[in-house]
C-alpha cells in the first residue's frame, strides 16, 4: 500500500514541460518514439497521482508549434499516439471526472487524432473534479499575438469601451486559458534549464523546479520530491512578505 503523504502547502495548478523522451530511448538505442511510448505512460501515472493528491488543474506540454518540423516518421507517430492516447484513456476520465481539454491549434492536428479530441472534450466538458489540459500544437507568442489581435478586433467593434480599461484578466480571457488558473507550479523534466515557448504570459509568478529526470523515468516520487520543493518556497507575487 502507498504510504499516505501530507503536504502543507500544494499547488492548484501543475504546468508540465514532458521533456526527455528522445534522449532516454537514444541512450538505450532504441528509436525516439519508443521514448514518447514510455512517456504517456509517465503521464498517466501523473494524473494518478494528481488525482491522489488532489491536484485540481494539470497543464502539459505534449508537442509545440515548432515540433511539428521534427522528421515527418516522429510526428506522424506522435499525432498516432496521440490518437490512440485519448480513446484509451476516455473511459477513465469518464470514471474520475476528469475536464479534459486541449490549448493550442488544433486546426492544424489530423483528423483523426482531432475527432477523438472533440469527443473526449464534449463527454468530459461537464465536469469539474480536476482539469487536464493538453498543450498541442501550442506556441505562448502564438497565442498571446492571436490574443493581442482578437481583442484589437472587439476594441473595433466597440466591444471593449476604453483602451485603459485593459487588465490582466481582460487580456487573460483572450488566451487559449480564459478559464484557468495561473500555474503555482511549472516543471520540466530532462534537464534543460528553460520554458521554450510555454504558457509565458501566465508564469509571471509561477514557482519553477527543474529536474534532471527524464520524463519516461518521471513518477509519483519525483512528483512528491518537485511538491516537497515548492512547499518550502515563499511566494509574494512582487509584494514584501508581511
Ligand atoms: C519531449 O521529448 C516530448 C515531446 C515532444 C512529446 C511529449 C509527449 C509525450 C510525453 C507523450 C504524450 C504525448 C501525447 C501525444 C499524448 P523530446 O522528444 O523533446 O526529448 P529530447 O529532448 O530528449 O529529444
Do not use: C
Not at 31 to 45: M, P, T, Y
Not at 52 to 64: C, D, G, M, N, P
Not at 138 to 153: D, F, H, P, Q, V
Amino acid at each position: 500500500m502507498k504510504e499516505k503523504i501530507i503536504f502543507d502547502n500544494l499547488p492548484r495548478h501543475i504546468a508540465i514541460i514532458m521533456d526527455g523522451n528522445g534522449r532516454w530511448a537514444e541512450k538505450r538505442n532504441l528509436d525516439r518514439i519508443e521514448g514518447h511510448i514510455k512517456g504517456i505512460d509517465s503521464l498517466r501515472n501523473i494524473l494518478k497521482s494528481s488525482l491522489e493528491f488532489r491536484i485540481k488543474y494539470l497543464t502539459v506540454f505534449a508537442f509545440s508549434s515548432e515540433n511539428w518540423q521534427r522528421p515527418k516518421k516522429e510526428v506522424d507517430s506522435l499525432m498516432h499516439l496521440l490518437e490512440q492516447y485519448i480513446s484509451t484513456e476516455l473511459p477513465m476520465l469518464i470514471k474520475n471526472k476528469i475536464n479534459f481539454n486541449i490549448i493550442g491549434n488544433i486546426e492544424k492536428i489530423p483528423y483523426s487524432a482531432k475527432k477523438n479530441i472533440l469527443d473526449a472534450i464534449d463527454k468530459t466538458s461537464g465536469y469539474s473534479d480536476i482539469f487536464l489540459a493538453l498543450a498541442l500544437s501550442y506556441g505562448a507568442r502564438e497565442e498571446i499575438i492571436n490574443s493581442a489581435a482578437k481583442l484589437a478586433l472587439d476594441f473595433k467593434k466597440g466591444k471593449l469601451k476604453n483602451l485603459d480599461s485593459i487588465n490582466d484578466d481582460i487580456f487573460s480571457s483572450y488566451l487559449y486559458t480564459k478559464n484557468i488558473p495561473d500555474p503555482d507550479l511549472l516543471i520540466r523534466t530532462g534537464g534543460e534549464e528553460r520554458i521554450s515557448n510555454f504558457l509565458l504570459f501566465q508564469i509571471a509568478y509561477t514557482e519553477l523546479y527543474f529536474t534532471k529526470t527524464m520524463w519516461p523515468d518521471f513518477g509519483r516520487k519525483n512528483l512528491i520530491s518537485a511538491l516537497k520543493n515548492y512547499e518550502k518556497r515563499v511566494r509574494r507575487f512582487g509584494k514584501i512578505k508581511v
